[in-house]
């Protein structure tokens, strides 16, 4: 067997956990599976992520980092802020079309780890307080006179179709949140 590098092994691991994570979700995910599905030894695992809180922890804050290296990549074309607004709910909509779609890992998250102390949870609540702020900064640069209040709409309105889309197994939460979105948007914006 061929030696990996430690971060190339983390981001293996990071990989495997995640997938299994997000299919399955993390409390029906044992250690042991996680080791078994990435070929790695026990003693490897364990010095990369002492805990599985640990482990669960850093797939969040992963996914959600290379979520934002998605919106910001996909958003620098936009022309405008709506413009970029739109595209984040049109990844969103995208997302829910994809086979074994469970909806937001941060949502789910939240569920799994209910304690608002544990650190997966202050994690998720992290990065919805992130996208809440970057709804904002958008919706202030188009000209909402009330960009919080705006963004806190739309993101009932995005985790409201992710979670939907999840429990139904149905594109039409999407098509909806979109459709809403818009509305809103017209509504609020010069």
């Known amino acids: 067997m061929t030696r990996r590098p430690a971060e190339e092994t983390r981001r293996h691991i990071l990989q495997v ?3 299994l994570f997000y299919s399955r979700g993390v409390r029906a995910v044992g250690m042991d599976l996680v080791i078994k599905t990435a070929g790695v030894a026990n003693a490897t695992l364990y010095r990369q ?5 640990e482990l669960a922890t850093a797939y969040l804050v992963t996914r959600n980092e290379d ?6 990549k996909a958003a620098a ?3 405008d802020a709506r413009s970029r607004i739109r595209i984040l709910f049109d990844m969103a909509r995208q997302d829910m079309t994809q086979p074994g779609y469970r909806g937001c890992a941060t949502l789910n998250i939240t569920s799994e780890f209910p304690d608002a102390d544990h650190p997966a949870h202050v994690a998720a609540l992290a990065h919805k307080h992130e996208v809440t702020q970057w709804l904002a900064e958008q919706l202030r640069e188009a000209g909402d006179k009330e960009p919080d209040d705006t963004a806190g709409k739309l993101l009932v309105i995005l985790d409201g179709a992710q979670v939907l889309a999840a429990a139904t197994g149905s594109t039409k939460p999407g098509e909806h949140m979109v459709e809403l979105a818009e509305q809103l948007l017209d509504s609020r914006l010069p």
């Open 77 to 79: 074309e936009a022309p």
């Open 49 to 53: 992520f002492p805990t599985k809180d």
């Open 67 to 72: 979520w934002w290296a998605h919106l910001r």
């Open 17 to 19: 956990a995640g997938d």
